[in-house]
């Protein structure tokens, strides 16, 4: 898992409202049956202006929750009117995955709750492969059958912004990530027409960055002609004839910082988001923020605020959180201390934990409406498993379900955390989760004693 930092007053926080109102609400899927969690309705609500998210519609109605452990015991062998009332959300990294090696004891726990038809998802800040890869990839490395059904990664809200009135459907984009490319064709598949990479504009304009060795041997064999040239002052050339991006996409964590840093820095100075201007109110102490990002800049647009993930190696790497550090700290030193305005989606954000609940809840009514339960009743817990305090654990803990779900939060020793390099007095507030466990699947066996599990053992 990765691990999430605030960066400034100026952190935007979007709605994504859009992403749980296109999905049915608990309440309502105890009430409708539904074929398929693939086929969500798309959100059709008026965007925000802020974040471009719509706005939230529906509200579900109030739960009552009985605080006794004891009237929750059941036996998955019992009659089938006694459907499981909780369900779990993991993490990947650090959890269920060190990189590509599984980490031991949580294969045999996602198969275990396969088996008894106890439902589950998982909730990742990882991202930059489409959802249907990053699944076939997972049930591989896993040994377990999984599908998008029930997997939320950082960027899947993105698709969300192709719908609505303030559609950026047809807009020009820029996406950046680990590899471009592929996050330029997981883009397009989510509706995006009109999508430009860092190297698309490198190799029509070498000189935007000169000091690059990969031209060659990387961007060149992914760039694509661009749409419009490059405005160049002192040419002729219209302004309105220049390329112009329309709002900036990270999708997970980039790997040429020093160019994708120079290439964001220069469309959030420019003038409108036409690349190769300078805005000509920026440093202007008459208007707000003395005029930095005050002149129809794109918008800037990261999926999650990791600053480190859990790897194979015994220490926490950077993540996109560290990016995005680095992007704010050249912006200050050039704006003379100027927070940098971004919109961050993602752990540990309640919209997120929002949209997951929704997910999770149809997922649960097709797992439980093929064992015979046509009517699952209610969702009464979600154990959020994570190896992160920042993210997994402060989600779940910050999160107020609107169905009245209990969100318990379960920081396993598997990933970023660990006694040795943050202790638990690091673990206060909103960062102390409901209990510190070895594993993922020591996580399942104390939920299940929690809930009074009666079934086969785990």
């Known amino acids: 898992m990765r691990t999430s930092r605030i960066l400034g007053s ?55 929750r009985s605080n006794s452990r004891e009237a929750r015991k059941y036996n998955t062998k019992s009659t089938p009117s006694e459907a499981p009332p909780f369900a779990f959300a993991f993490d990947i990294d650090g959890v269920l995955l060190h990189v590509a090696t599984p980490i ?21 800040n990882g991202g930059g492969k489409h959802e249907t890869e990053r699944v076939k990839d997972l049930s591989q490395k896993l040994g377990i059958e999984l599908t998008t059904d029930n997997f939320v990664q950082s960027h899947t809200p993105f698709r969300q912004l192709v719908e609505g009135p303030d559609s ?14 592929k996050c330029r064709l997981i883009a397009e598949d989510y509706g995006f027409r009109n999508v430009v990479t860092p190297a698309d504009i490198l190799k029509a304009h070498p000189e935007v960055f000169p000091f690059d060795p990969l031209l060659d041997t990387v961007y060149t064999a992914t760039a694509r002609p661009l749409p419009r040239p490059v405005f160049t002052p002192g040419s002729g050339m219209r302004l309105s004839d220049a390329l112009k991006i329309d ?120 797992v439980l409406r093929r064992r015979g339960h046509h009517e699952p009743g209610t969702l009464k817990s979600v154990y959020m498993v994570g190896d992160n305090p920042e993210s997994d654990i402060a989600g779940a803990n910050d999160f107020k379900s609107e169905a009245g779900t ?45 809930e009074g599990w009666t079934g086969p053992a785990l």
């Not at 992403?19 to 309502?28: D, G, H, W, Y």
């Not at 309705?41 to 579900?60: E, L, N």
């Not at 959180?321 to 700290?329: K, R, T, W, Y």
């Open 10 to 64: 100026a952190f935007a926080r979007p709605n994504l409202a859009a992403l749980t109102s296109s999905l049915p609400s608990p309440i309502q899927i105890s009430r409708h049956i539904r074929s398929a969690a693939s086929g969500l309705p798309r959100a059709t609500q008026k965007h925000t202006r802020t974040a471009q998210f719509s706005s939230f519609i529906g509200k579900t109605d109030g739960l009552s």
């Open 104 to 124: 031991p004891g949580a294969p045999e726990a996602l198969k275990f709750l396969n088996d008894n038809n106890i439902p589950f998802i998982l909730l990742t």
């Open 168 to 181: 950026m459907r047809e807009k020009t984009i820029l996406v950046t990530g680990a590899n471009a490319e």
């Open 247 to 366: 709002a900036m996409f990270v999708f997970n964590d980039p790997r040429d910082w020093a160019y994708d840093i120079q290439l964001i820095v220069d469309l959030l100075l420019s003038q409108e988001g036409y690349v190769g201007t300078y805005s000509p109110k920026n440093g202007d102490a008459a208007l707000p923020s003395c005029g930095w990002q005050q002149d129809g800049q794109p918008p800037l647009y990261f999926s999650n605020a990791d600053l480190l993930w859990s790897t194979g190696f015994h220490l926490p790497r950077f993540g996109q959180g560290a990016f995005q550090a680095a992007v704010a700290g050249v912006w200050r030193r050039l704006t003379n201390g100027h927070e940098l305005q971004r919109r961050v989606i993602g752990k540990p954000y309640s919209e997120t934990y929002q949209f997951a609940e929704r997910v999770l809840a149809t997922h649960r009514h097709e």
């Open 406 to 450: 209990e969100w318990s939060s379960i920081l396993v020793r598997t990933g970023v955390w660990s006694p040795e390099h943050a202790g638990e007095k690091a673990l206060q507030g909103r960062f102390k989760p409901k209990v510190i466990v070895d594993d993922a699947r020591e996580a399942v066996r104390w939920a299940l004693k929690r």
